[in-house]
């Protein structure tokens, strides 16, 4: 099936009283392949739930929104709508907000027809082509899996399957190789590949130059809601598609953390830790100890653990019984909220479930109060101490703007500066650089970097080499529900089945 074209002319989106998009004229032939560029927050994911059909423009008597087949024929967008499909981390944390927590085969199959629910019976060729696609995307062994026991990377690509199993014709790709383990990037880019040969119309949005496939040779660059670069993409300006780099200078001067009970106590203590997820087994029999002052990256494939670990340390998973973990400062039986305001947490899990209806200040608030949402207004102390973290994180925003206006990679800041207001004594990452451009991501490794060295613990989840800040030292490679402590420069075990430690 051929791919649509689309054309946009003085095209304009309002959005909470803000233009979001301002401007666009674009011309997208049947079967373009572009590459859609641009900093946090200038407008990528609003253009293309526009061009999804998700987003109307905002009307000023001159815009107009066109879809058109090979031949040049108008298509209206009701019509179209089923063979339109959209992924992103907004349409993966939807299953997650509204508990869509069906099997993996059921969730590719909705793709089929285009609904979120299972709701109707597939023929025999379109459940063939279902399985097909969980095999080619490596997804059968997970087939009878419920959705959201996935790891985020897993969920990434069994909504890639889905939005394929519709045979789409315009395909709209937001970041889809977040979350996704090195051996399942190259998956994706083979795929990538495969669709860059047919007649189908793609455009993908990138952050990273690793996540950029050759094969899109046009580059759409976006800059404050404004189309700034339609052309080729050895011309767009390089600083979108930056290679990481080490961490620059620290960012600013860091006052040390206060010094809190037990400071030289071991940061947590795991015995014998078994962790489920689901009544399923993750983790077995793991001993392993952060020591005071050490900065500790976990490292495994998508599926392995790293994220329930994670979330064990912070206290959102237990131990199973028979195993034990301790906390510097908490009392064995205590409650967990004194440890939470000692300890910042950054992952995707809270970032899907953070539906307070809040402003970007009170949204950075709730960390000093460890909560999702505010019972009580901000005091005068806690908006300064917000508006410091916000300038820290990097997020130069009006305090008043709500939380739900931002972009991804914008929120993913917004968290940052939630685990900062706490001036934490460690700080828990789960894949922090997720979704963030090149110059955001070398503004947090050097934050990150000067919270080590002022005295802030890291551990750190993450996919990425360059992701890791030169302080962390420790490595804790998780395979096959055991995990391996080594060191930064050491190897990785190639051994699938080893021992826990």
Not at 11 to 18: A, H, I, S, T
Not at 73 to 86: F, G, V
Not at 309 to 323: D, F, I, S
Not at 402 to 420: D, E, V, W
């Amino acid at each position: 099936m051929s791919g649509i074209g689309i054309r946009c002319e003085r095209v304009r989106l309002v959005l909470d009283g803000r233009a979001v998009l301002d401007g666009i004229d674009l011309d997208l032939e049947p079967g373009a392949h572009c590459l859609l560029l641009g900093a946090n927050g200038a407008g990528k994911t609003q253009l293309l739930k526009l061009l999804a059909g998700e987003r109307w423009p905002t009307p000023d008597g001159g815009e107009r929104r066109e879809y058109r087949d090979a031949r040049g024929r108008a298509i209206e967008l009701p019509a179209l709508l089923p063979r339109i499909a959209l992924l992103g981390g907004e349409r993966q944390d939807k299953y997650y907000r509204y508990d869509w927590n069906f099997s993996v085969q059921r969730v590719v199959a909705t793709g089929v027809h285009g609904g979120a629910r299972p709701s109707v019976d597939l023929t025999a060729a379109q459940s063939r082509r279902v399985r097909g696609l969980l095999v080619r995307l490596k997804l059968w062994r997970l087939r009878r899996r419920n959705f959201l026991t996935l790891s985020y990377g897993e969920r990434r690509r069994v909504l890639l399957a889905r939005a394929l199993a519709g045979r789409p014709r315009l395909l709209l790709l937001d970041e889809p190789h977040n979350g996704l383990d090195r051996d399942h990037r190259s998956l994706l880019d083979r795929e990538l590949s495969r669709l860059a040969r047919t007649r189908l119309t793609i455009v993908l949005a990138a952050h990273r130059a690793d996540d950029a496939p050759a094969a899109f040779r046009r580059a759409l660059v976006l800059d404050a809601g404004r189309l700034v670069h339609d052309g080729a993409r050895e011309r767009a300006p390089r600083r979108w598609l930056a290679r990481d780099a080490a961490p620059a200078a620290a960012a600013a001067l860091l006052p040390p953390p206060p010094r809190r009970s037990g400071a030289g106590q071991p940061l947590a203590v795991l015995s014998q830790a078994s962790l489920y997820r689901d009544y399923r087994p993750v983790i077995q029999g793991l001993d392993w100890s952060i020591q005071a002052g050490e900065h500790w990256a976990v490292t495994g494939d998508n599926g392995s653990g790293k994220s329930t670990l994670l979330a064990c340390l912070y206290g959102l998973v237990p131990v199973a019984h028979g195993g034990h973990i301790r906390r510097r400062g908490q009392e064995p039986g205590s409650h967990l909220r004194a440890w939470r305001r000692r300890v910042g947490w950054v992952s995707p899990e809270l970032q899907a479930e953070y539906l307070a209806d809040v402003s970007v200040e009170e949204f950075v608030v709730s960390g000093l109060r460890a909560s999702v949402g505010l019972d009580d207004p901000p005091t005068v102390r806690e908006r300064a101490r917000a508006r410091a973290a916000l300038a820290l994180a990097g997020l130069e925003l009006e305090p008043a703007r709500r939380a739900s206006t931002l972009s991804y990679g914008q929120r993913r800041l917004a968290l940052f500066a939630r685990a900062l207001v706490l001036r934490p004594e460690a700080l828990l990452l789960d894949e922090p650089l997720t979704g963030l451009d090149a110059p955001f991501r070398a503004r947090v490794r050097a934050l990150l970097s000067a919270l080590a060295r002022s005295g802030v613990q890291l551990v750190l989840a993450a996919h990425h080499k360059t992701d890791l800040v030169p302080e962390i030292r420790h490595v804790l490679e998780i395979s096959s529900g055991t995990g391996r402590r080594r060191s930064r420069g050491e190897r990785p075990s190639r051994q699938r089945n080893g021992t826990g430690h």
